[in-house]
């Protein structure tokens, strides 16, 4: 999800519930924000953007991501998560 004031994207970890939080432009995830397109990724540790940093932190290893920007239903302009 977006958080705007603290230009922030963040999600919660589904494991463990803990709050994960990265600067909204950051990687894969903030490039999906920005240009509001549809990233696939097979091998995440091939991807230049992919930070690894993430998967240190949980204990879990991504293989493959599929991002995809949510858009707001009233502004179709404004990415929400």
């Known amino acids: 999800l977006v958080d705007e004031p603290r230009e922030q994207l ?5 494991d463990s519930g803990k709050e994960l939080r990265i600067p909204m432009n950051a990687g894969i ?6 240009t509001k397109q549809t ?6 540790y091939q991807d230049a953007r992919f ?5 240190r932190k949980t204990g879990y290893h991504t293989r493959s991501i599929l991002a ?8 179709s302009e404004q990415v929400v998560g």
């Open 68 to 75: 995809v920007p949510i858009l707001s239903e009233e502004r």
């Open 29 to 34: 995830a903030g490039e999906c924000r920005a």
């Open 51 to 55: 930070n690894q940093e993430m998967d």
């Open 10 to 14: 963040w999600s919660c970890a589904t």
């Open 39 to 44: 990233i696939c990724i097979a091998d995440a």
